[in-house]
């Protein structure tokens, strides 16, 4: 097995908290003031930001796993969930998750 380089260890849980912290924002913009950007009723801001706001949230639990090696599951959890607050970032947390799973506790 070939050392682990402690760079890229910790590189999954930080872009998964960062995604994770961009989806909380996105998600509480949306539900603040989603009628008036949206043009519909509050309601549909909510719908919309209560969601992201979830999802938000797993990726950046996933993120704090990461970084402590534990709970793998929940750490590709919100790597995938990241994937939808942050793109590429989420994509890369999910391909660095999932290649370092023998190293989780």
Known sequence: MAPERPGLLTAAGVLNII????GIITGIVAAAVG??????PIAFGAAIGAPLIAI??????GG????KMKLWGLALAGSI?????GG?????STIFTAVRKGSFA
């Open 19 to 22: 995604a994770g912290v961009i």
């Open 35 to 40: 009628e008036k950007i949206l043009g519909g």
């Open 56 to 61: 938000g949230g797993v990726a950046l639990a």
């Open 64 to 67: 704090i796993y990461d970084l």
């Open 81 to 85: 969930c990241a994937i939808i607050c």
């Open 88 to 92: 590429i970032l989420g994509i890369l």
